[in-house]
């Protein structure tokens, strides 16, 4: 059985607009992107089975029966999407009533992250690049921790 163009085109564009709207900053928008790509989800497994009779036993034949796999998977898909779902719109309705926006603020390590790759330094690079000499400044507070104890011992 091939799957219906049309089908494959609509799962296509729900999870495009759906992952596209996640990347956003709004909790608003995020949530619409977890319900598109939760029901691009649900129609891409509804095209993978085949046509047939009702599942039941006596009642049809057993090589003219569908696959009723494909159907409680979108069941359970629907019941994780519905509590996303809930969840979100509950941080958001949070964000709008203590901050009057649902905007997802900079993490301050996220923010420094970016600032070293800004300057395109990683977080354990020294100024010389040269890593094998022991007169090189510690770049974080572990290595100066570390580096103070083995100057203490040897002396």
Same mark, same amino acid.
């Given at each position: 059985?091939?799957?219906?163009?049309?089908?494959?085109?609509?799962?296509?564009?729900?999870?495009?607009?759906?992952?596209?709207?996640?990347?956003?900053?709004?909790?608003?928008?995020?949530?619409?992107? +977890? !319900?598109? /790509? =939760?029901?691009? %989800?649900? &129609? *891409?497994? $509804?095209?993978?089975?085949?046509?047939?009779?009702?599942?039941?036993?006596?009642?049809?034949?057993?090589?003219?029966?569908?696959?009723?796999?494909?159907?409680?998977?979108?069941?359970?898909?629907? +019941? !994780?999407? /519905? =509590?996303?779902? %809930?969840? &979100? *719109?509950? $941080?958001?309705?949070?964000?709008?009533?203590?901050?009057?926006?649902?905007?997802?603020?900079?993490?301050?390590?996220?923010?420094?992250?970016?600032?070293?790759?800004?300057?395109?330094?990683?977080?354990?690079?020294?100024?010389?690049?040269? %890593?094998?000499?022991?007169?090189?400044?510690?770049?974080?507070?572990?290595?100066?921790?570390?580096?103070?104890?083995?100057?203490?011992?040897?002396?």
């Amino acid at each position: 059985m091939t799957p219906n163009l049309t089908y494959v085109i609509v799962v296509g564009v729900l999870v495009a607009a759906g992952v596209t709207l996640l990347l956003e900053r709004s909790l608003t928008r995020v949530l619409m992107g +977890v !319900i598109l /790509l =939760g029901n691009g %989800a649900n &129609l *891409l497994l $509804l095209t993978g089975g085949r046509a047939g009779g009702p599942p039941i036993v006596g009642r049809t034949p057993q090589e003219e029966m569908s696959d009723p796999l494909p159907q409680a998977m979108i069941l359970t898909a629907i +019941v !994780i999407t /519905l =509590g996303m779902t %809930a969840f &979100l *719109l509950a $941080l958001a309705y949070r964000s709008w009533h203590l901050n009057g926006h649902d905007e997802v603020q900079d993490d301050v390590e996220d923010r420094r992250i970016m600032d070293l790759a800004e300057r395109d330094e990683g977080p354990g690079t020294e100024d010389d690049g040269d %890593a094998d000499t022991d007169d090189d400044a510690p770049v974080d507070g572990a290595r100066a921790v570390v580096a103070s104890t083995n100057a203490g011992s040897s002396g």
